[in-house]
């Protein structure tokens, strides 16, 4: 069964790391507020280069 909570500890950094189509991104949505979420792709800009 998935697991819909996961303890964090209120200062804490979480990296999701994993191949293409891996389910990150859905997995970050689903349990964390879109005002806890950085994601590198939106970081990089419209070039697609860091």
Do not use: Y
Not at 12 to 32: D, E, N, P, Q, W
Not at 39 to 50: L, N, W
Request: charged share 20%; glycine share 12%; no cysteine.
């Amino acid at each position: 069964m998935p697991q819909d909570t996961l303890k964090v500890p209120e200062l804490a950094l979480v990296l999701l790391i994993g191949s293409t189509g891996a389910g990150k991104s859905t997995f970050a949505r689903r349990l964390f507020q879109p005002t806890e979420i950085v994601s590198s792709a939106t970081r990089r800009g419209p070039s697609g280069r860091g």
